[in-house]
């Protein structure tokens, strides 16, 4: 488990009711684990976004902040994206029957839910390099050479409960 490098971030986690704080944790490390395994990513910086604990790719400007939290007024929890990024637009065309979407800005789970550990790490990795990927499309159309853009995947079929141990 990857420690705490701001106590603020770490006392939110410990404010949490133990359930759903157990399985925030979980969500933290497949943050920093898709951050690690995405290529141009780099070191995320771990701080308090709007009391929400934030993961933003400082270093590098690969992408936008991601932001996790407990939902207050239920047993819930969602990773949060920049609402202009059109990032949930996105995940929602890719997976539509997959996640529960809180508007343009959210996934939301239920505690206890299954959580489908591929497709969320997808979504994460296009979030940690949404600017690389808007950066290529700027330049690729002023140059004779164009990159090849991605325009469809397969949606994963497995889901799995995320784990503690």
């Given amino acids: ?26 969500l933290r490390e497949l943050v920093f684990e898709v ?48 609402c202009q990024s059109g990032l949930v637009e996105t995940f929602r065309e890719l997976y539509p029957d997959t996640f529960t979407y809180d508007g343009k800005r959210a996934i939301v789970f239920e505690a206890g839910d299954r959580v489908p550990v591929r497709a969320l790490r997808h979504c994460l990795a296009l979030a940690f390099t949404h600017h690389l990927r808007k950066k290529r499309v700027r330049s690729s159309s002023h140059s004779a050479c164009r990159m090849p853009v991605v325009t469809s995947i397969s949606a994963p079929t497995k889901s799995a409960k995320l784990s503690t141990e």
């Fill in 1 to 26: 488990m990857k420690r705490f490098g701001d106590e603020s971030v770490a006392s939110v986690f410990r404010n949490c009711p133990a359930a759903l704080r157990r399985q925030l944790m979980v």
């Fill in 35 to 82: 951050a690690a395994k995405t290529d141009g990513v780099g070191p995320l910086t771990e701080t308090l976004k709007w009391g929400q604990p934030s993961y933003l790719t400082s270093a590098t400007g690969s992408g936008t902040t991601v932001r996790i939290d407990r939902l207050k007024d239920r047993g819930a929890y969602a990773v949060y994206f920049h």
